[in-house]
């Protein structure tokens, strides 16, 4: 009998703790806008950089109960390029396009990639690697620059919303 007791209190307590872990775990969202110039070359890699984007992440914790020295990791879940302008354009523009993140004293590193198929719409759901990113959103700002190599000629410019996801995992405060 004791030891069915002592059983079924390690399984509460593990399951408690797994349910106040996940209280923990949450995604952020950022969005910025690019633009691709009309008559950019084919086969050469140009790239575009969005303007820096306040992380607002202090708050962001906050609201979702932790602080920026609780946060055991960050990684970046999505990124979807949406093509606002032109109307009617679609990405089979792009041969290739690859993601860079950079801050304030850190190194700019890669954290997206994607061969861009020739059927592609005006929605593009790049590649992320794996990596912690969690130096760079605990910064209070940070910058995508985007390395594109087009295999077409495009006669206007092509305004594109850069939409991230980052996933959160945090420690609960104070434990």
Same mark, same amino acid.
């Given at each position: 009998?004791?030891?069915? *007791?002592?059983?079924?209190?390690?399984?509460?307590?593990?399951?408690?703790?797994?349910?106040?872990? @996940?209280? &923990? =775990? $949450?995604?952020?969202?950022?969005?910025?806008?690019?633009?691709?110039? %009309?008559?950019?070359?084919?086969?050469?890699? $140009?790239? #575009?950089?969005?303007?820096? #984007?306040?992380?607002?992440?202090?708050?962001? *914790?906050?609201?979702?109960?932790?602080? =920026?020295?609780?946060? @055991?990791?960050?990684?970046? &879940?999505?990124?979807?390029?949406?093509?606002?302008?032109?109307?009617?354009?679609? $990405?089979?523009?792009?041969?290739?396009?690859?993601?860079?993140?950079?801050?304030? %004293?850190?190194? @700019?590193?890669?954290?997206?990639?994607?061969?861009?198929?020739?059927?592609? %719409?005006?929605?593009?759901?790049?590649?992320?690697?794996?990596?912690?990113? =969690?130096?760079?959103?605990? =910064?209070?700002? *940070?910058?995508?620059?985007?390395?594109?190599?087009?295999?077409?000629?495009?006669?206007?410019?092509?305004?594109?919303?850069?939409?991230? &996801? *980052? $996933?959160?995992?945090?420690?609960?405060? %104070?434990?």
């Amino acid at each position: 009998m004791r030891y069915l *007791f002592l059983i079924l209190s390690i399984l509460l307590t593990v399951s408690s703790c797994d349910k106040i872990d @996940e209280l &923990t =775990k $949450f995604d952020i969202e950022y969005n910025s806008k690019v633009v691709v110039p %009309g008559a950019t070359g084919i086969n050469l890699p $140009f790239n #575009m950089i969005t303007p820096d #984007m306040e992380t607002n992440s202090e708050s962001k *914790f906050e609201v979702n109960d932790t602080r =920026k020295d609780l946060i @055991e990791e960050i990684k970046l &879940t999505a990124l979807q390029m949406v093509i606002t302008s032109p109307t009617a354009a679609d $990405f089979s523009f792009l041969n290739s396009v690859e993601v860079f993140i950079s801050a304030d %004293g850190l190194d @700019e590193i890669k954290i997206a990639e994607k061969d861009v198929p020739e059927n592609a %719409g005006a929605i593009l759901d790049v590649d992320v690697l794996d990596i912690d990113l =969690k130096e760079y959103i605990k =910064k209070d700002e *940070f910058n995508l620059r985007l390395n594109t190599v087009t295999d077409e000629v495009i006669n206007e410019d092509h305004e594109i919303d850069v939409n991230t &996801t *980052f $996933f959160v995992d945090a420690k609960i405060l %104070g434990l």
